[in-house]
């Protein structure tokens, strides 16, 4: 058996729906911000339970244009995870802001708020709090420190759509949220896409502004920094369609997650996603113990068929293309589960007998508690 790590093919093989969907927008003749991509917008705001929410082109545009939307420039100071990916780093650095990295918690890997509170100050002009792996950060926390400070809050969602807190759904809850439709994304696509999201009726002006040129009325660039960054009317279509799916799918990786859990409930190779029923699952991040190599349990299971990914190999603090001089920054939790991590096979469209063989290939590695 070759159990891929994801299979787009099956996610959109004999989906009459979507093509008959793309059909009807060629036919139509709107491809840009036409009535696919307004009624996307309403029925993502709906879903979120936002006061408005603005298609965009890409989730890294998203992460840029919610920077910009409250305030960031040349020199401003953002705080961030450097576990991430690199994503929120690449923008800040290429806007000219400083980056500050928090560490992250040891169990969840989201951003500590101990060491959040320690780099907070009055000169920080925002924060970014990743919901990593579909893991909910402590985000109604978050907000409550930050607002002592007058500091803005961005949650970036790329990974938990759908995920939720006493407070409402993840990305409403902060000042601005980010959403990426790339297509291994919970909520994906057939190609790039993204959204911002926010309920203050003056940061959805200029989010609105900020991703068409800077415009106020058409051809009036009446905002500073803005940029071309437009969800297309294809992405829209196929997007409502898969939205409609959304919590049945996030259902099905919470269930897998729970047969992974149960698999290694004697190991000591342990889970680091979550999921509850608050939680969206998106990557199946395994943290392995001392005594295991990675690379020895990552060739295990390719021996079997499963294929692995390692999400993030390097910290944002250490990559080399981000930074001019870099300042060593101490991140011990981040540094420690580096070399600890490991992704598993985690998408709804997961056969059930690939199920039960990684369970049992889990189940049978050598690491007992």
């Known amino acids: 058996m070759n159990i891929p790590f994801n299979k787009l093919s099956r996610k959109f093989a004999n989906r009459d729906d979507i093509s008959e969907i793309i059909g009807n927008v060629l036919q139509n003749g709107y491809f840009i911000h036409g009535p696919q991509h307004k009624l996307f917008e309403l029925e993502l705001a709906q879903y979120l339970g936002a006061g408005f929410v603005l298609g965009v082109g890409s989730g890294t545009d998203a992460l840029e244009i919610a920077l910009r939307a409250v305030g960031c420039k040349k020199d401003s100071k953002v705080i961030n995870v450097a576990n991430a990916g690199g994503y929120t780093s690449l923008v800040a650095t290429n806007m000219g802001c400083h980056v500050i990295f928090c560490d992250v918690d040891p169990s969840s890997l989201v951003m500590s708020i101990e060491n959040l509170?320690?780099?907070?100050?009055?000169?920080?002009?925002?924060?970014?709090?990743?919901?990593?792996?579909?893991?909910?950060?402590?985000?109604?926390?978050?907000?409550?420190?930050?607002?002592?400070?007058?500091?803005?809050?961005?949650?970036?969602?790329?990974?938990?759509?759908?995920?939720?807190?006493?407070?409402?759904?993840?990305?409403?809850?902060?000042?601005?949220?980010?959403?990426?439709?790339?297509?291994?994304?919970?909520?994906?696509?057939?190609?790039?896409?993204?959204?911002?999201?926010?309920?203050?009726?003056?940061?959805?002006?200029?989010?609105?502004?900020?991703?068409?040129?800077?415009?106020?009325?058409?051809?009036?660039?009446?905002?500073?920094?803005?940029?071309?960054?437009?969800?297309?009317?294809v992405q829209a279509a196929v997007l409502r369609i898969e939205l409609e799916e959304l919590d049945a799918l996030n259902s099905k990786r919470r269930k897998i997650m729970a047969r992974y859990a149960a698999a290694l409930a004697n190991s000591r190779i342990k889970i680091v996603t979550a999921f509850e029923e608050k939680n969206a699952p998106h990557l199946a991040v395994l943290i392995l113990p001392e005594e295991i190599h990675r690379d020895d349990f990552i060739e295990h299971l390719l021996i079997w068929g499963i294929q692995t990914e390692v999400h993030y190999p390097v910290l944002d603090a250490d990559q080399s293309g981000l930074f001019k001089e870099r300042t060593y920054y101490p991140l011990d939790v981040s540094r420690k589960a580096l070399t600890k991590i490991v992704s598993i096979p985690l998408f709804p469209e997961l056969l059930e007998e690939e199920v039960d063989l990684i369970c049992e290939v889990l189940a049978n590695y050598p690491s007992k508690a």
């Not at 970014?128 to 500091?151: D, M």
């Open 117 to 233: 509170e320690s780099l907070l100050a009055q000169d920080v002009s925002a924060v970014v709090v990743t919901h990593l792996f579909g893991n909910i950060a402590p985000i109604e926390a978050i907000v409550s420190i930050c607002r002592k400070w007058g500091i803005k809050v961005i949650e970036d969602c790329a990974q938990a759509i759908g995920g939720f807190t006493e407070g409402g759904r993840v990305g409403t809850i902060g000042d601005i949220g980010t959403f990426s439709f790339y297509p291994t994304k919970n909520l994906g696509g057939i190609g790039d896409g993204g959204a911002v999201a926010t309920n203050n009726p003056k940061i959805a002006g200029a989010l609105k502004s900020l991703r068409q040129y800077g415009w106020g009325l058409k051809y009036h660039i009446d905002y500073p920094n803005g940029i071309n960054s437009r969800l297309d009317e």
